[in-house]
């Protein structure tokens, strides 16, 4: 009995002993971003040309069924005429030349005054101090001087408070009453969960060192987000970054699995609603151009039809479905298939609103996915889907254009939107992206983190 009882603390002692590791989280990149000079600008360039060719390709079609893109276009292959009424977050005059931007690139503007003016020193108290700021100096506007009291003038000056008065009016109250802040933020644009931070927060990838700090930095800026909408407009960031370093697509969309220095993935019973889209929408893609395109094909060969396809699959229960191919599409049959199949399983998940942070991510992974890195095929994937399709390509545009660097985009494109936004709209990429360069990227990104020069 003795041995025994001797045999059986033993074992327990033993068993006090053992204690397995806890894996440990590493980054998803280690090493801070090294590039020369003379890269880092052209990708910085690159990224906000792209992005402004985004803008400009699906600001004439912004917020149109993609029915509605075929009627008038066909399908959109480059630039077409901003044909619109003026709005706040519009192209703030009517009926302007093709090339025009709206919001989404007056956003880069703002954000590269910003990120200049505080020089690497970026907290999200300053930056809802600077909108503030912004904001007010555009009310006085309209108290000084007489040229106030011309009416066109007047007309300009009220779209722009127009266009910020929104998020003034939740950076006004952040930081200073948190009950103002939530009361503000919740009726935000109607309340809605809305794209807003996705409209700056790229820009914090083009001055981090690593993709993680990229995602932080967004993140404590996402100050008119809400939800995972935070995790989105961050996660925006750290692919734009990434997009700094390779060439490689599934890199730079691997970041919604890698990244997640908050811990949204340890959320009970939901989880991480930004990967959940994110890896969805992957399969997606995989699946309807080795399963359903092939389905369908088959289904076309045997009845001799090319226009019309009468299949059974999920995705079409009704039966026939009209793959006609829309005037000036630049690909196949099996092309067309393809991509309107994927269309229809985006539409099938829309929003309310079209500009819902989780439609945007949806469709961006989707058309990031599908055009496997190529500028001008992910472009025309997202502006001929329709809906919020200036934000989503702007937002495309920054990563790929990131990716390529100016240099890699697309000549004709490039050229005429540096034009058109020097001479019409006000906005001189050129000199933002030197700005950046040498004033938020030379103290934050060069100094700081040690990027080669």
């Known amino acids: 009995m003795l041995f025994i009882l001797l045999v059986t603390l033993s074992c ?84 302007l030349t093709a090339g025009a931007t709206t919001d989404d690139t007056r956003w880069k503007y703002v954000m590269t005054k910003y990120l200049s003016q505080y020089r690497g020193e970026w907290n999200p108290e300053d930056f809802a101090g600077f909108i503030s700021a912004y904001y007010t100096s555009l009310t006085q506007g309209l108290s000084t001087g007489e040229s106030v009291l011309d009416p066109d003038i007047l007309d300009a000056q009220i779209e722009k408070i127009d266009w910020m008065k929104e998020w003034a009016r939740v950076a006004m109250a952040y930081g200073e009453d948190p009950v103002a802040y939530q009361r503000a933020l919740s009726r935000f644009y109607g309340g809605e969960m809305s794209c807003a931070g996705q409209l700056y927060t790229p820009m914090f990838g083009l001055v981090s060192p690593t993709p993680k700090a990229s995602y932080k930095l967004a993140y404590d800026h996402s100050i008119f987000d809400i939800g995972y909408a935070k995790d989105i407009s961050a996660l925006v960031s750290a692919m734009t970054h990434m997009a700094l370093r390779t060439q490689n697509m599934d890199s730079i969309i691997d970041i919604a699995i890698f990244v997640d220095p908050v811990g949204f993935q340890d959320s009970r019973l939901v989880g991480r609603i930004a990967y959940s889209v994110a890896d969805a929408s992957v399969k997606n893609v995989l699946t309807v151009k080795n399963v359903i395109v092939n389905d369908a094909l088959a289904i076309s060969d045997s009845s001799g039809g090319a226009d019309s396809i ?49 439609e945007i991510w949806q469709i961006l992974i989707t058309a990031l996915q599908f055009g496997e890195g190529d500028f001008e095929k992910t472009m025309q994937f ?72």
């Open 310 to 358: 009468s299949t059974s699959n999920t995705l079409y229960p009704s039966g026939a479905m009209d793959f006609k191919i829309p005037k000036g599409f630049p690909g196949t049959q099996r092309d067309w298939i393809y991509q309107e199949s994927l269309y229809r399983l985006l539409e099938n998940d829309k929003k309310a609103i079209a500009f819902h942070a989780g």
């Open 12 to 95: 327990k002692e033993g068993i006090t002993d053992i204690n397995i590791p806890t894996p440990k989280q590493t980054g998803y990149v280690k090493e801070s971003l090294q590039l020369s000079k003379e890269v880092y600008y052209d990708k910085v360039l690159g990224a906000l040309v792209g992005s402004a060719i985004g803008d400009a390709m699906g600001a004439s079609t912004e917020m149109w069924h993609r029915n509605d893109i075929r009627l008038k276009y066909g399908y959109i292959t480059g630039l077409t005429p901003a044909v619109r009424e003026r709005s706040p977050e519009g192209t703030w005059d009517h009926n």
């Open 382 to 453: 997202i502006v001929n889907y329709g809906r919020d399709n200036d934000t989503v390509a702007a937002v495309a545009g920054m990563i790929l254009g990131a990716k390529n660097g100016f240099t890699g985009l697309p000549k004709d494109l490039r050229t005429e939107v540096l034009r058109i936004n020097k001479e019409n709209m006000g906005i001189d990429l050129e000199t933002l992206a030197r700005e950046m360069a040498e004033r938020a990227g030379a103290r934050y990104t060069f100094a700081r983190f040690s990027i080669n020069l």
